[in-house]
């Protein structure tokens, strides 16, 4: 079956406009959540939503950060004002249920660069 | 917050060598332990994992071992080949309100033919 699946796969933005990411999960999952990779290091936590309740935003790392899952599938990751330090690869995961020891499955990531 | 160190940040071997990636991690109420690997410019794929009630776990040439009393766990690959050349990433979870897995920083494998 499909496997998670993230658009754009690479998105340039000039410093201060504003980008939205998008991330299409397995069909049924019910956990997603976004992470942040920059180059070299592992993926940091952003945010995770169980269907479309947002449980846990304490990794996004200033309110221009902004998440969103309204109907508990497709989710948008939303950066206002983008800045340098936002070019990364943002990943997507999801997973069936919500408990510890769930697969997490990863999209391809979107890889943003602000200039 | 949990706080995972993975070593060594390179590994380079020969193929058929095996290689140890090591981690340790800082909350002893973790218990969920997996392991990614991630192709260069491809997404994390989960390779194996260990729950906090088991010592070692192993799945073909890879294997993964777990002392929770020195909150360090291990990743083993024997008989290297050249595509086991990747980024390795360890994680950390524990259960209770949201579900936050924390990676170690990765293991860049080199398998040289």
């Known amino acids: 079956g499909a496997g998670v699946s993230q658009s754009p796969r690479y998105k340039v933005a000039k410093r201060g406009q504003d980008v939205a990411l998008r991330c299409d999960p397995i069909s049924g999952h019910v956990s997603l959540f976004w992470y942040q990779q920059a180059l070299g290091q592992g993926p940091e936590f952003l945010t995770y939503?169980?269907?479309?309740?947002?449980?846990?935003k304490s990794g996004l790392p200033s309110d221009r950060f902004f998440a969103e899952r309204p109907e508990g599938s497709v989710s948008t990751l939303k950066i206002q004002r983008t800045q340098q330090e936002d070019s990364a690869v943002y990943l997507c995961?999801?997973?069936?249920?919500?408990?510890?020891?769930?697969?997490?499955?990863f999209g391809p990531g979107t890889r943003l660069l602000v200039l | 917050g949990e706080n995972v160190e993975q070593h060594p940040s390179t590994l380079s071997v020969q193929e058929g060598d095996s290689a140890v990636i090591k981690c340790t991690y800082s909350d002893s109420a973790s218990n969920y332990f997996p392991w990614y690997k991630q192709e260069l410019g491809k997404r994390p794929q989960l390779i194996i994992d260990i729950r906090s009630n088991v010592g070692e776990k192993k799945d073909q040439r890879i294997a993964v071992t777990l002392n929770k009393t020195a909150k360090h766990f291990s990743l083993h690959i024997t008989e290297t080949q050249p595509e086991d050349s990747a980024v390795y990433f360890c994680?950390?979870?524990?259960?209770?309100?949201?579900?936050?897995?924390?990676f170690g920083r990765g293991t860049s494998l080199i398998v040289h033919p």
């Open positions: 995961a999801s997973s069936r249920g919500g408990g510890v020891g769930e697969t997490q499955y």
């Open positions: 994680a950390a979870n524990k259960q209770g309100g949201s579900y936050i897995p924390t």
């Open positions: 939503f169980q269907n479309e309740a947002q449980l846990d």
